[in-house]
């Protein structure tokens, strides 16, 4: 089971090291998203912006699949009503 992301910094790291295990340039990446070699590499130091279709679109050129559920524990906010 893969590990949650919890922050952007995390989700670029992420489009970063998939993108090199593919042996991709971000200029390869982009042309095939339809991004610049300029605007991969804003996504993947503070994707903060990223558009859900950019998220999938990369998710789909780097081989990576993209799953939202329900978190598996209870934060401490939830169990006390905060």
Do not use: N, Y
Request: net charge positive; glycine share 10%.
């Amino acid at each position: 089971m893969a590990d949650p992301l919890l922050t952007t910094t995390q989700l670029g790291r992420m489009l970063q090291s998939a993108r090199k295990a593919k042996g991709m340039t971000q200029a390869a990446v982009g042309a095939r998203v339809g991004l610049s070699q300029k605007r991969i590499s804003a996504l993947e130091i503070a994707p903060g912006t990223i558009t859900a279709e950019q998220l999938l679109k990369l998710c789909a050129v780097l081989g990576l699949e993209l799953t939202i559920g329900l978190a598996s524990q209870v934060r401490d906010s939830d169990k006390f009503g905060w």
